[in-house]
Structures are given as structure tokens and as C-alpha cells.
């Protein structure tokens, strides 16, 4: 049961990345920024990458003094029990219908082939929805079942700090599953399309990461997105990344006030005009990069 705990957070962490994001005009180089105003306490923002690789997991020190010494902790949706029972609700069919029955028998056995080794039966993948086996699909198969946002909330916890998050599973879980059945068809079939490339993807993106490069981050996420399709990649950017960063913005505000807050979102919501720093500096905001 813990291996299935872990690797339903794993997906839900790396659910809601975005999938592309517009050409950052500012804030392209760093990880850890100080967010200031006048008659506040400063707080930090950290991007984060949903990711198990070890270089990643552990926090340089610039990052972890930072950490260390917030008051809170605040990521965007707490994964607690209820939200994970949320999230596989949300991920599979409850009407009787099947993912075969959805997408085709020749997706379909596609589909399976491709998810060998991820050690779910068919039976559980037949209950799947189409735009859930996309994106477990677009991950790396999971190993440990531990990702940077879970050792920050650990470490939050073992620090005993107050923690909350920016959104609720079920807004973000809302993007995908709202979607039309044809839709998350096309999505599947996309990714199934695109999977021999998934491991170099995957291992740019680190470097990128490592590197602080926010920009680079932009333009591989750009390179994916222009691979599928394009009308309904733009209409799932316009919600994942547009809309959640301005939810996320107005809601740290109440974080922010108090000061001395750790707030980790994924870095490809921070970069750009209408990114995360951006937003908060259009706010009267000091934006600076610490590391």
C-alpha cells in the first residue's frame, strides 16, 4: 500500500507542470528568489522540478539556509490523504465505461505496451482516463516514489513549520479532467506518438534545472508543446500556466503580508510576462534572484 501511496503522489507532483509557457522577457537565470516590500518581512519563492534524480533532492545550501530558516511552508496543493483519494477518483472511470472501450482497441494496445514496467495491471489501466495514462506516461516510471516537493514538505514537517498550499487538488485535477473524451484521446495518442523521445527530454530538462536556466527550461517546454497538438495545447497552457499563475499570485499575498515565508512552485511558473515574479513585481513587489 505505501508503494501505491508514493506513486500516486509521484504523479500528482508532477501532474501540473506546464506545458509551455511564452518567451520570458525577465527573471531567466535562478531558483530561489527574495520576494520584498516595504513594511514586510521578506519571503522566498523556490522553483522546484518534480523530480527524483538525487542532484536534484538535495537542496544546496543557499537553498536550504533559506529553508531552514522560514516560518512556513507553502507549495501548491497539499498532498495529504484526502487529496491523493481525490486525485485517483479523479483518474479513473467510475460510470463503467473502459479506456478501450474510449480510445480503441489499436490506442489501446499501444497503450498497454507502453505501460510495461509500471507495474499497474490492465485491469487497473482499462479503468483509467485517457488524459491520466498521458500523463503518467510523460514521466519518468517512477523508482523511489520520493520527488523534491515531498522532501520539502518532510522537511517542513520535521521542522515543525506551518504549511498550507496555494490551490486545492481539486482545481488543478479540474484542467485535464474537464476536458471532452476526444480530447484526451488526441492527448494520448500524442504522447504515445512522442514516448521515444521522453528520456532525452527528460534529461535536458535536468540539466537545464541544474543550471538555473530558466530560459532554457521555456524553450524545451516550447519544443514538447510543438510536437502535438497545437489547438488544444494552447487552450490547456491558457489554464495551466495563465490562470494558475494568477490564482497562485493573489493567494501567496496572504503569505507574503506576514513575511518569512518558503513558497515552492514549479520553476517553469516563474519566468516570462505573465509569470509568477512578473506578477508580483507588476504588484510592487522587489523581485531579486538569491540563487
Do not use: C
Not at 127 to 143: C, N
Not at 183 to 193: A, G, K, P, S, W
Amino acid at each position: 500500500m505505501l508503494r501505491a501511496q508514493q506513486r500516486f503522489l509521484f504523479l500528482a507532483a508532477l501532474l501540473f507542470a506546464p506545458i509551455s509557457l511564452p518567451a520570458p522577457a525577465a527573471y531567466t537565470q535562478g531558483l530561489l528568489w527574495k520576494i520584498e516590500r516595504a513594511g514586510q518581512a521578506p519571503s522566498h519563492i523556490f522553483g522546484t522540478i518534480h523530480s527524483e534524480d538525487s542532484r536534484v533532492l538535495t537542496l544546496p545550501k543557499p537553498v536550504q539556509t533559506v529553508f531552514d530558516a522560514a516560518k512556513g511552508y507553502v507549495m501548491e496543493a497539499v498532498l495529504d490523504a484526502n487529496a491523493m483519494q481525490t486525485m485517483l477518483g479523479a483518474m479513473t472511470f467510475s460510470d463503467g465505461r473502459t479506456l478501450q472501450q474510449t480510445v480503441g482497441p489499436a490506442t489501446y494496445q499501444k497503450a498497454v505496451a507502453a505501460m510495461a514496467g509500471y507495474g499497474l495491471p490492465e485491469q487497473a489501466l482499462q479503468m483509467m482516463k485517457p488524459w491520466a495514462l498521458a500523463v503518467t506516461l510523460s514521466l519518468p516510471k517512477p523508482q523511489t516514489g520520493v520527488v523534491l516537493d515531498m522532501v520539502l514538505m518532510q522537511q517542513a514537517t520535521e521542522q515543525g513549520k506551518q504549511t498550507a498550499g496555494l490551490e486545492s487538488v481539486e482545481e488543478q485535477i479540474g484542467v485535464l479532467d474537464k476536458l471532452s473524451l476526444q480530447e484526451q484521446t488526441i492527448m494520448l495518442e500524442d504522447t504515445l506518438r512522442h514516448l521515444p523521445e521522453m528520456e532525452q527530454i527528460f534529461a535536458d530538462l535536468h540539466a537545464a534545472y541544474l543550471a538555473r536556466d530558466l530560459a532554457r527550461l521555456v524553450r524545451i517546454s516550447d519544443e514538447m508543446q510543438a510536437k502535438g497538438n497545437r489547438e488544444l495545447g494552447k487552450k490547456v497552457m491558457h489554464q495551466l500556466v495563465d490562470v494558475r499563475n494568477r490564482r497562485m499570485v493573489e493567494r501567496m499575498e496572504a503569505y507574503l503580508k506576514p513575511g518569512n515565508a518558503f513558497i515552492a512552485i514549479g520553476a517553469l511558473h516563474l519566468p516570462g510576462e505573465a509569470g509568477v515574479l512578473k506578477l508580483l513585481a507588476r504588484k510592487g513587489y522587489r523581485v531579486s534572484a538569491v540563487y
